[in-house]
Protein backbone atom coordinates (compact mmCIF):
# COMPACT_ATOMS: atom_id res chain seq x y z
CA UNK A 1 0.00 0.00 0.00
CA UNK A 2 1.48 3.42 -1.22
CA UNK A 3 1.95 5.71 1.75
CA UNK A 4 -0.16 8.56 2.57
CA UNK A 5 1.25 11.95 2.50
CA UNK A 6 0.99 14.02 5.22
CA UNK A 7 -2.77 15.98 5.39
CA UNK A 8 -1.35 19.54 6.14
CA UNK A 9 1.26 18.89 3.42
CA UNK A 10 -1.77 17.94 0.87
CA UNK A 11 -2.97 21.20 2.03
CA UNK A 12 -0.13 23.18 1.35
CA UNK A 13 -0.51 23.83 5.22
CA UNK A 14 1.72 24.12 8.59
CA UNK A 15 0.29 21.81 11.50
CA UNK A 16 -1.53 23.64 13.55
CA UNK A 17 -3.65 25.63 10.62
CA UNK A 18 -6.35 27.32 11.90
CA UNK A 19 -9.88 26.26 10.42
CA UNK A 20 -10.35 29.49 8.10
CA UNK A 21 -7.06 28.21 6.83
CA UNK A 22 -7.92 25.01 5.99
CA UNK A 23 -11.45 26.08 4.67
CA UNK A 24 -9.37 28.74 2.57
CA UNK A 25 -6.96 26.00 1.38
CA UNK A 26 -9.19 23.42 0.33
CA UNK A 27 -11.39 25.59 -1.60
CA UNK A 28 -8.80 26.75 -3.73
CA UNK A 29 -7.44 23.71 -4.37
CA UNK A 30 -10.90 22.31 -4.99
CA UNK A 31 -11.52 24.37 -8.08
CA UNK A 32 -7.94 23.87 -9.04
CA UNK A 33 -7.93 19.38 -9.35
CA UNK A 34 -11.63 18.96 -9.48
CA UNK A 35 -12.41 16.60 -12.41
CA UNK A 36 -14.80 19.25 -14.14
CA UNK A 37 -12.26 21.51 -14.80
CA UNK A 38 -9.45 18.70 -15.43
CA UNK A 39 -11.28 15.92 -18.31
CA UNK A 40 -9.80 13.04 -18.32
CA UNK A 41 -6.55 13.68 -16.26
CA UNK A 42 -6.13 11.08 -13.88
CA UNK A 43 -3.89 12.74 -12.17
CA UNK A 44 -6.02 15.70 -10.97
CA UNK A 45 -8.81 12.86 -10.02
CA UNK A 46 -6.16 11.34 -7.48
CA UNK A 47 -4.88 15.04 -6.16
CA UNK A 48 -8.53 15.80 -5.56
CA UNK A 49 -9.27 12.76 -3.75
CA UNK A 50 -6.19 12.74 -1.67
CA UNK A 51 -7.30 17.18 -1.28
CA UNK A 52 -11.02 15.82 -0.12
CA UNK A 53 -9.70 12.99 2.27
CA UNK A 54 -7.32 15.65 3.68
CA UNK A 55 -10.12 18.09 4.62
CA UNK A 56 -12.62 15.44 5.64
CA UNK A 57 -10.16 14.98 8.55
CA UNK A 58 -8.69 18.47 9.05
CA UNK A 59 -12.10 20.20 8.83
CA UNK A 60 -13.53 17.55 11.76
CA UNK A 61 -12.65 19.09 15.18
CA UNK A 62 -12.29 15.38 16.82
CA UNK A 63 -10.52 13.32 13.63
CA UNK A 64 -8.11 16.52 13.69
CA UNK A 65 -7.39 16.31 16.79
CA UNK A 66 -6.78 12.19 16.87
CA UNK A 67 -4.59 12.83 13.44
CA UNK A 68 -2.52 15.44 15.11
CA UNK A 69 -1.80 13.22 17.90
CA UNK A 70 -1.55 9.80 15.93
CA UNK A 71 -1.11 10.57 12.74
CA UNK A 72 -3.24 8.49 9.74
CA UNK A 73 -3.88 5.69 12.43
CA UNK A 74 -5.76 7.95 14.60
CA UNK A 75 -8.06 8.56 11.69
CA UNK A 76 -7.83 5.46 9.27
CA UNK A 77 -8.94 1.95 11.18
CA UNK A 78 -7.67 0.06 7.97
CA UNK A 79 -4.33 2.16 7.95
CA UNK A 80 -1.30 0.02 9.00
CA UNK A 81 -3.33 -3.49 8.91
CA UNK A 82 -1.73 -4.68 5.93
CA UNK A 83 -5.11 -3.95 3.97
CA UNK A 84 -7.11 -5.04 6.64
CA UNK A 85 -10.62 -2.89 7.56
CA UNK A 86 -9.68 -3.00 11.52
CA UNK A 87 -6.40 -2.65 13.70
CA UNK A 88 -5.17 -5.29 15.89
CA UNK A 89 -2.19 -6.06 17.83
CA UNK A 90 -3.08 -5.29 21.72
CA UNK A 91 -2.46 -8.47 23.39
CA UNK A 92 -3.81 -10.45 20.17
CA UNK A 93 -7.43 -9.07 20.06
CA UNK A 94 -8.81 -7.34 17.60
CA UNK A 95 -11.16 -4.09 18.23
CA UNK A 96 -12.23 -1.34 16.64
CA UNK A 97 -9.55 1.50 16.67
CA UNK A 98 -12.61 4.24 16.96
CA UNK A 99 -13.67 3.11 20.31
CA UNK A 100 -10.36 3.58 21.85
CA UNK A 101 -9.52 7.23 20.35
CA UNK A 102 -13.64 7.63 21.13
CA UNK A 103 -12.41 7.27 24.78
CA UNK A 104 -9.56 9.35 25.00
CA UNK A 105 -11.61 11.96 22.76
CA UNK A 106 -14.98 11.54 24.28
CA UNK A 107 -15.36 14.86 26.43
CA UNK A 108 -14.72 13.60 29.67
CA UNK A 109 -15.19 10.14 32.00
CA UNK A 110 -19.05 9.05 33.17
CA UNK A 111 -20.76 8.33 36.42
CA UNK A 112 -22.58 5.35 36.05
CA UNK A 113 -23.65 3.25 33.00
CA UNK A 114 -22.89 1.78 29.83
CA UNK A 115 -20.97 2.24 27.12
CA UNK A 116 -21.85 -0.88 25.14
CA UNK A 117 -24.83 -0.78 22.34
CA UNK A 118 -24.78 1.36 19.33
CA UNK A 119 -22.99 4.13 18.49
CA UNK A 120 -23.76 6.54 15.42
CA UNK A 121 -21.06 6.93 12.59
CA UNK A 122 -19.33 9.75 12.30
CA UNK A 123 -20.10 12.55 9.60
CA UNK A 124 -18.51 12.85 6.37
CA UNK A 125 -17.08 16.45 4.81
CA UNK A 126 -16.93 16.71 1.07
CA UNK A 127 -16.25 19.53 -0.98
CA UNK A 128 -18.21 19.80 -4.97
CA UNK A 129 -17.78 22.32 -7.64
CA UNK A 130 -20.80 23.90 -9.17
CA UNK A 131 -21.06 25.90 -12.45
CA UNK A 132 -22.70 29.34 -11.74
CA UNK A 133 -25.76 27.91 -13.47
CA UNK A 134 -26.14 24.82 -11.51
CA UNK A 135 -25.76 26.93 -8.13
CA UNK A 136 -28.41 29.12 -9.48
CA UNK A 137 -30.98 27.03 -10.90
CA UNK A 138 -30.12 23.58 -8.50
CA UNK A 139 -29.22 19.95 -10.05
CA UNK A 140 -28.34 16.70 -9.01
CA UNK A 141 -24.83 15.55 -8.70
CA UNK A 142 -22.73 11.71 -8.31
CA UNK A 143 -20.12 13.05 -5.58
CA UNK A 144 -17.27 10.72 -4.73
CA UNK A 145 -17.73 9.57 -1.06
CA UNK A 146 -14.93 7.55 0.84
CA UNK A 147 -16.49 6.00 3.70
CA UNK A 148 -16.75 3.57 6.38
CA UNK A 149 -19.26 0.78 5.37
CA UNK A 150 -20.44 -2.44 7.42
CA UNK A 151 -18.45 -5.33 6.44
CA UNK A 152 -19.98 -7.65 4.19
CA UNK A 153 -19.09 -10.37 5.15
CA UNK A 154 -19.77 -10.26 9.17
CA UNK A 155 -22.81 -8.08 8.52
CA UNK A 156 -20.83 -5.37 11.18
CA UNK A 157 -21.17 -7.56 14.07
CA UNK A 158 -17.47 -7.84 13.74
CA UNK A 159 -16.97 -11.64 14.02
CA UNK A 160 -16.07 -14.93 11.83
CA UNK A 161 -19.31 -16.02 9.67
CA UNK A 162 -21.44 -18.48 11.87
CA UNK A 163 -19.27 -17.39 15.07
CA UNK A 164 -20.79 -14.92 17.30
CA UNK A 165 -19.35 -12.51 20.12
CA UNK A 166 -19.54 -13.63 23.46
CA UNK A 167 -20.46 -11.58 26.61
CA UNK A 168 -17.33 -9.70 28.39
CA UNK A 169 -16.81 -12.00 31.91
CA UNK A 170 -14.83 -9.10 33.24
CA UNK A 171 -18.02 -6.47 33.24
CA UNK A 172 -20.72 -8.47 32.65
CA UNK A 173 -21.59 -7.03 29.15
CA UNK A 174 -21.65 -3.31 30.55
CA UNK A 175 -18.11 -2.32 28.58
CA UNK A 176 -17.27 -0.31 31.97
CA UNK A 177 -15.91 -1.73 35.43
CA UNK A 178 -16.00 -0.04 38.40
CA UNK A 179 -13.26 0.41 41.40
CA UNK A 180 -12.93 1.72 44.89
CA UNK A 181 -10.98 3.52 46.52
CA UNK A 182 -10.40 4.61 50.38
CA UNK A 183 -9.18 8.46 51.03
CA UNK A 184 -9.27 10.48 53.73
CA UNK A 185 -12.28 11.75 52.45
CA UNK A 186 -13.90 8.67 52.55
CA UNK A 187 -14.02 5.89 49.71
CA UNK A 188 -13.79 7.40 46.23
CA UNK A 189 -15.85 5.17 43.32
CA UNK A 190 -14.84 5.79 40.03
CA UNK A 191 -16.01 3.83 36.25
CA UNK A 192 -13.73 3.13 33.17
CA UNK A 193 -13.76 1.01 30.15
CA UNK A 194 -13.09 -2.29 30.48
CA UNK A 195 -9.60 -3.07 29.61
CA UNK A 196 -10.57 -6.39 28.51
CA UNK A 197 -13.09 -5.93 25.78
CA UNK A 198 -12.42 -2.01 25.82
CA UNK A 199 -15.96 -0.68 26.53
CA UNK A 200 -17.33 -2.79 24.14
CA UNK A 201 -19.20 -5.46 26.11
CA UNK A 202 -18.12 -8.14 24.62
CA UNK A 203 -15.24 -10.13 22.95
CA UNK A 204 -14.92 -11.88 19.63
CA UNK A 205 -13.04 -14.61 20.16
CA UNK A 206 -12.90 -15.53 16.41
CA UNK A 207 -12.54 -11.82 14.34
CA UNK A 208 -13.98 -11.68 10.64
CA UNK A 209 -11.08 -12.13 8.31
CA UNK A 210 -12.33 -9.41 6.14
CA UNK A 211 -12.45 -6.66 8.46
CA UNK A 212 -10.37 -8.56 11.18
CA UNK A 213 -12.91 -7.81 13.74
CA UNK A 214 -13.59 -4.39 13.07
CA UNK A 215 -17.07 -4.86 11.47
CA UNK A 216 -16.21 -2.15 9.41
CA UNK A 217 -14.38 -1.01 6.35
CA UNK A 218 -13.80 1.55 4.15
CA UNK A 219 -15.11 1.70 0.33
CA UNK A 220 -15.42 4.57 -1.93
CA UNK A 221 -18.96 4.75 -3.00
CA UNK A 222 -21.10 7.48 -5.64
CA UNK A 223 -23.81 9.56 -3.83
CA UNK A 224 -26.50 11.30 -5.54
CA UNK A 225 -26.99 14.51 -3.79
CA UNK A 226 -29.87 17.27 -5.05
CA UNK A 227 -28.55 20.52 -4.80
CA UNK A 228 -31.06 23.14 -4.29
CA UNK A 229 -31.24 26.14 -6.46
CA UNK A 230 -30.06 29.48 -5.03
CA UNK A 231 -27.20 27.79 -3.14
CA UNK A 232 -24.04 29.76 -2.40
CA UNK A 233 -20.38 29.99 -2.88
CA UNK A 234 -18.84 28.57 0.48
CA UNK A 235 -22.29 26.97 1.63
CA UNK A 236 -22.60 23.22 3.10
CA UNK A 237 -25.85 20.69 3.03
CA UNK A 238 -26.19 17.46 4.67
CA UNK A 239 -27.23 14.28 3.36
CA UNK A 240 -28.57 12.15 5.84
CA UNK A 241 -27.87 8.61 6.54
CA UNK A 242 -24.73 9.04 3.85
CA UNK A 243 -21.18 9.61 6.67
CA UNK A 244 -19.82 6.62 7.97
CA UNK A 245 -21.33 3.58 9.30
CA UNK A 246 -22.01 3.13 12.89
CA UNK A 247 -20.71 0.61 15.29
CA UNK A 248 -22.55 -2.00 16.85
CA UNK A 249 -25.74 -1.59 14.85
CA UNK A 250 -25.59 2.58 15.55
CA UNK A 251 -27.54 4.60 13.13
CA UNK A 252 -24.79 6.13 10.27
CA UNK A 253 -23.62 9.41 9.79
CA UNK A 254 -24.47 12.32 7.96
CA UNK A 255 -22.42 13.68 4.75
CA UNK A 256 -21.65 17.12 4.39
CA UNK A 257 -20.88 18.60 1.25
CA UNK A 258 -19.29 22.20 1.13
CA UNK A 259 -20.09 23.89 -2.62
CA UNK A 260 -17.54 25.88 -4.55
CA UNK A 261 -19.28 27.83 -7.30
CA UNK A 262 -16.98 28.90 -10.71
CA UNK A 263 -16.99 32.18 -11.47
CA UNK A 264 -18.99 33.20 -14.55
CA UNK A 265 -17.73 34.76 -17.71
CA UNK A 266 -20.55 37.59 -17.54
CA UNK A 267 -22.48 37.19 -14.46
CA UNK A 268 -21.72 38.03 -10.65
CA UNK A 269 -23.38 37.13 -7.88
CA UNK A 270 -24.70 39.54 -4.77
CA UNK A 271 -27.10 37.99 -2.95
CA UNK A 272 -30.25 36.78 -4.78
CA UNK A 273 -29.42 39.69 -7.72
CA UNK A 274 -27.21 39.11 -10.90
CA UNK A 275 -24.90 41.83 -11.90
CA UNK A 276 -23.68 42.36 -15.49
CA UNK A 277 -22.23 45.22 -17.06
CA UNK A 278 -23.03 45.95 -21.17
CA UNK A 279 -20.92 48.30 -23.43
CA UNK A 280 -23.17 50.95 -25.89
CA UNK A 281 -21.94 53.54 -28.31
CA UNK A 282 -22.43 57.20 -27.79
CA UNK A 283 -24.91 57.04 -30.85
CA UNK A 284 -26.42 54.60 -28.64
CA UNK A 285 -26.49 56.68 -25.45
CA UNK A 286 -27.25 59.71 -27.34
CA UNK A 287 -30.25 58.96 -28.97
CA UNK A 288 -31.33 55.96 -27.26
CA UNK A 289 -31.51 52.19 -28.63
CA UNK A 290 -33.07 48.52 -27.99
CA UNK A 291 -30.48 46.29 -26.65
CA UNK A 292 -30.22 42.70 -26.09
CA UNK A 293 -29.33 41.80 -22.87
CA UNK A 294 -27.48 38.51 -21.41
CA UNK A 295 -29.50 37.03 -18.64
CA UNK A 296 -29.50 33.25 -16.99
CA UNK A 297 -32.48 32.31 -18.81
CA UNK A 298 -31.61 33.76 -22.53
CA UNK A 299 -31.11 37.20 -24.03
CA UNK A 300 -34.15 39.80 -23.55
CA UNK A 301 -34.70 42.71 -25.60
CA UNK A 302 -34.57 46.33 -23.25
CA UNK A 303 -34.82 49.61 -24.68
CA UNK A 304 -32.39 52.42 -22.94
CA UNK A 305 -33.67 55.67 -23.03
CA UNK A 306 -31.90 58.53 -25.46
CA UNK A 307 -29.24 60.42 -23.12
CA UNK A 308 -28.13 57.24 -21.16
CA UNK A 309 -24.95 58.25 -19.00
CA UNK A 310 -22.11 55.23 -19.06
CA UNK A 311 -22.52 54.26 -15.12
CA UNK A 312 -26.55 53.87 -15.62
CA UNK A 313 -27.74 51.01 -14.27
CA UNK A 314 -31.50 49.69 -14.91
CA UNK A 315 -33.03 46.58 -13.38
CA UNK A 316 -34.88 43.27 -14.99
CA UNK A 317 -37.07 41.76 -12.60
CA UNK A 318 -37.05 38.51 -11.90
CA UNK A 319 -34.19 37.54 -13.70
CA UNK A 320 -32.00 37.49 -10.78
CA UNK A 321 -30.82 34.13 -8.68
CA UNK A 322 -33.89 31.84 -6.73
CA UNK A 323 -33.67 32.46 -2.54
CA UNK A 324 -32.84 29.47 -0.93
CA UNK A 325 -35.55 29.50 1.56
CA UNK A 326 -38.50 30.97 -0.72
CA UNK A 327 -37.66 29.88 -4.47
CA UNK A 328 -39.01 33.46 -5.68
CA UNK A 329 -36.13 34.87 -7.90
CA UNK A 330 -34.18 38.10 -7.30
CA UNK A 331 -33.04 40.61 -9.81
CA UNK A 332 -30.63 41.37 -12.72
CA UNK A 333 -28.98 44.66 -12.49
CA UNK A 334 -27.32 45.87 -15.67
CA UNK A 335 -24.80 48.49 -15.92
CA UNK A 336 -24.34 50.90 -18.82
CA UNK A 337 -20.50 51.13 -19.79
CA UNK A 338 -20.63 53.97 -23.02
CA UNK A 339 -17.67 53.48 -24.84
CA UNK A 340 -15.32 56.18 -26.30
CA UNK A 341 -14.87 55.60 -30.26
CA UNK A 342 -11.36 55.06 -31.30
CA UNK A 343 -9.31 55.13 -34.79
CA UNK A 344 -11.72 57.36 -36.29
CA UNK A 345 -11.25 58.76 -39.66
CA UNK A 346 -10.65 62.03 -40.37
CA UNK A 347 -13.91 63.01 -41.57
CA UNK A 348 -15.48 61.53 -38.35
CA UNK A 349 -13.31 63.90 -36.41
CA UNK A 350 -14.33 66.85 -38.12
CA UNK A 351 -18.14 65.61 -37.88
CA UNK A 352 -17.57 65.29 -33.97
CA UNK A 353 -15.57 69.02 -33.66
CA UNK A 354 -18.95 70.39 -35.63
CA UNK A 355 -21.21 68.60 -33.10
CA UNK A 356 -19.11 69.93 -30.66
CA UNK A 357 -18.99 73.53 -31.73
CA UNK A 358 -23.05 73.57 -32.16
CA UNK A 359 -23.33 72.24 -28.74
CA UNK A 360 -21.46 75.44 -27.39
CA UNK A 361 -23.28 78.20 -29.70
CA UNK A 362 -20.72 78.09 -32.61
CA UNK A 363 -20.32 76.95 -36.66
CA UNK A 364 -23.89 77.63 -36.95
CA UNK A 365 -24.07 77.34 -40.74
CA UNK A 366 -21.81 75.09 -40.67
CA UNK A 367 -21.94 71.29 -40.66
CA UNK A 368 -25.22 69.14 -41.24
CA UNK A 369 -26.03 69.60 -37.99
CA UNK A 370 -25.17 73.01 -37.27
CA UNK A 371 -27.05 73.71 -40.83
CA UNK A 372 -30.20 72.17 -39.88
CA UNK A 373 -30.06 73.56 -36.61
CA UNK A 374 -29.97 77.36 -37.69
CA UNK A 375 -32.82 76.44 -40.54
CA UNK A 376 -35.22 75.15 -37.61
CA UNK A 377 -34.34 78.45 -35.65
CA UNK A 378 -35.17 80.11 -38.49
CA UNK A 379 -38.71 78.32 -39.33
CA UNK A 380 -39.43 78.87 -35.40
CA UNK A 381 -39.11 82.80 -36.12
Given amino acids: MAEKRDYYEVLGLRKGASDDEIKKSFRKLAKQYHPDVNPGNKDAETRFKEINEAYEVLSDPEKKARYDQFGHAGVDPGYGAGGGGGFSGFGGMDFDLGDIFGSIFGGGGRSSGSRAGPRRGSRVQVGLTLTFEEAAFGCEKDVSVSRI???????????????????????????????????????????????????RGKVIKQPCPKCRGAGLVRRNKKVKVNIPAGIDDGQTISVRGQGNAGADGGQAGDLYVTVS?????????????????????????????ELEVPTLDGKVKYTVPEGTQTGSVFRLRGKGIPNLRSGARGD??????????????????????????????????????GGRESKKRKRGK
Fill in 149 to 199: EKCDDCGGDGCKPGTSAEKCANCNGTGVVTSQQRTPFGVMQSTADCPKCQG
Fill in 332 to 369: QFVTVHVETPTGLTSEQKELLRRFDGVGKGGAQGGGPF
Fill in 261 to 289: VLRHAQFEREGDAVLIGIPISIVQAALGA
